[in-house]
């Protein structure tokens, strides 16, 4: 069982253009690479490869085909420093993102409540 926590499917399905941007032509070449961009953003302590499927479906007259590639990746285990370094990245850029998400908003508010001001003061009666 705890083989299987050591490995990490990834399913590509190619798009239906020969030439595109999602093609199987463009994405097949870049196999590993995905593979590896995965791995270095999992960072699991029991991961030991990287499975990347590429599916593609072929239709011939009525009949309908599955062309499978595989890459498997293996990956170098974590030690522990590794893992404790690589979340405290992972934090620090969560709170970064957080922090860039309220100033950006608190950016809006002064106007917002200068004028949730001006409605709530009551009229004076000269």
Do not use: C
């Not at 599916?55 to 309908?64: C, P, Q, R, S, Y």
């Not at 934090?91 to 508010?109: A, C, G, T, V």
């Amino acid at each position: 069982m705890s083989d299987f926590l050591g490995r990490h499917y990834v399913l590509i399905f190619y798009g239906q253009e020969s030439e595109g941007q999602h093609s199987k032509a463009t994405i097949q070449p870049n196999l590993s690479k995905i593979a590896q961009d995965v791995a270095t953003r999992l960072p699991v302590a029991e991961l030991h490869h990287i499975i990347v499927l590429g599916i593609d479906f072929i239709t011939e007259a009525e009949d309908t085909f599955i062309d499978i590639d595989l890459w498997i990746q293996p990956v170098a285990a974590m030690t522990q420093r590794e893992r404790q370094l690589t979340k405290q990245i992972q934090r620090l850029h969560q709170q970064s993102q957080n922090h860039d998400q309220r100033s950006h908003h608190s950016l809006d508010e002064p106007e917002n409540s200068k004028a949730r001001q001006i409605i709530q003061e009551p009229k004076k009666n000269l």
